[in-house]
């Protein structure tokens, strides 16, 4: 079986750096061919546009050393004129419909953080990137040992896989003032995973 891969651009920016160009769906992996009058059609694997009108968007959040954070997120309605404060988290939403078909299909979901460029994308401010699915399970955790913790199957289908990037400026930072974050290279990425051969 071929394995195929799919992206979309995810639509965000941050420190005043501008996002440049758009995003959208890629065409679907099908085909079809006949067989003695009967149709046969392969599965689809596919990524719609990640896009923040479902409470999507950059947040803030005031930092805390533990395990969980109490503290709610705050919105920022344009991260393009928002100036980042030491002693908070930041966080990036956004939702991207995956069609995925086949009784047999598994995929790998990816935010490859190594695609950001700027300041912080090497500043010391644990820049990360996950994956989560509609019930908030997570799929991918670049801070994981194996990044990749669940396969997209078609049980996901036609349903929103939730991209987040974060990262933190620590309250003693000294080192990250002026610094940008260009997330113009960013994508959510499924590949198709090979199978298991059928008993």
Not at 76 to 91: S, V
Not at 121 to 134: F, G, K, M, N, P
Not at 173 to 189: R, Y
């Amino acid at each position: 079986m071929m394995k195929k891969t799919t992206k979309a651009a995810l639509a965000v920016a941050a420190a005043g750096a501008v996002l440049l160009g758009g995003s959208g769906t890629l065409a679907k992996w099908t085909d079809s061919t006949t067989l003695t009058s009967a149709a046969v059609q392969s599965g689809t694997l596919d990524l719609g546009a990640c896009v923040t009108t479902s409470g999507g968007g950059w947040y803030s959040q005031v930092y805390v050393n533990a395990p969980t954070n109490p503290n709610p997120l705050v919105y920022i309605p344009d991260i393009t004129t928002y100036r980042l404060k030491p002693g908070f988290n930041y966080t990036y939403f956004c939702d991207s419909k995956v069609l995925a078909t086949g009784p047999r299909l598994r995929a790998n979901v990816t935010v490859d953080k190594t695609k950001l460029s700027g300041g912080l994308a090497t500043a010391s401010v644990d820049l990360r990137t996950y994956v989560t699915d509609q019930s908030n399970n997570l799929l991918y955790d670049s801070t994981a040992p194996t990044p990749n913790l669940i396969p997209v199957t078609s049980a996901l289908n036609n349903t929103n896989l939730t991209a987040q990037v974060l990262f933190t400026i620590y309250p003693a930072d000294t080192t990250s003032s002026g610094l940008t974050l260009n997330t113009t290279a960013l994508t959510i990425d499924v590949k198709q995973l090979g199978l298991t051969p059928a008993p």
